[in-house]
């Protein structure tokens, strides 16, 4: 099956500094997803970017699906910006059951 | 809409008691699951299900039934609750490839304890 990597798979920042999450997968995709895992436990959809870019507030993402891997920026990060952030694919042409990376574990502090 | 729904929020139970975990969705979707997700585990899959009638086995599927009798509805069985069942469990649906559209949604969670 298609695998996922995230990158880092930790990081703390310090309120106001910028940062970039990898999520790197294995096989051309026909779904990708950024999910922000809140500390109280709910999933959160950030975007849903099989190939592209795009921006919401202070978070952008773009998917580079020939090259197989998608980034997330974080700007001006906030203390509310802390979870964990996961990566979720769907192979195309293969099963459709979403595959997750382990995740990056963020944590800015004020 | 209500989006993806889920009762209870927490729940005891001791070695041995059955119960069910309840799901629905308020979107038409075909796609749902059931995930369980335990520290440094990340969200491993359970059960999925493509439509009504139409159920399949994920990656952890022992000690846990389901059954889709409508679009809506797709409850949680855990037969006989062990302790190696304490986690969190996440019900998610989405559209099936084809739609404009396969973004994942996910409900609040159940906190399940087993003691």
């Known amino acids: 099956g298609i695998q996922v990597e995230q990158s880092p798979p930790d990081l703390i920042l310090q309120e106001g500094a910028n940062s970039t999450l990898r999520c790197n997968f294995s096989?051309?995709?026909?779904?990708l997803q950024w999910f922000h895992q809140n500390p109280w436990g709910q999933l959160i959809n950030l975007f849903y970017?099989?190939?592209g870019t795009k921006q919401n507030g202070r978070l952008s993402a773009t998917t580079v699906a020939t090259e197989r891997y998608s980034l997330l920026y974080i700007s001006s990060s906030q203390t509310t910006d802390s979870g964990v952030y996961f990566c979720?694919?769907?192979?195309?042409?293969?099963?459709?059951?979403?595959?997750f990376g382990r995740g990056t574990s963020l944590i800015v502090h004020p | 809409n209500a989006g993806v729904t889920q009762t209870p929020k927490f729940q005891v139970l001791k070695t041995g008691q059955s119960m069910t975990l309840q799901c629905a969705q308020d979107?038409?979707?075909?796609?749902m699951s059931w995930y369980r997700q335990d520290p440094g585990m990340g969200l491993r899959l359970i059960h999925y299900?493509?439509?009504?009638?139409?159920?399949d086995q994920g990656e952890v599927p022992n000690g846990y039934n389901v059954s889709r009798s409508t679009t809506e509805d797709f409850p949680l069985r855990l037969l006989s609750a062990a302790p190696s069942q304490t986690s969190v469990y996440f019900c998610?649906?989405?559209?099936?490839?084809?739609?404009?559209?396969?973004?994942?949604?996910f409900g609040p969670g159940t906190r399940l304890t087993v003691l």
């Open positions: 998610a649906s989405s559209r099936l490839p084809g739609a404009h559209t396969i973004e994942q949604f």
């Open positions: 096989d051309s995709v026909n779904n």
């Open positions: 970017i099989p190939s």
């Open positions: 979720a694919v769907s192979a195309s042409g293969g099963s459709y059951i979403p595959t």
């Open positions: 979107m038409n979707h075909e796609y």
């Open positions: 299900s493509v439509g009504a009638g139409i159920t």
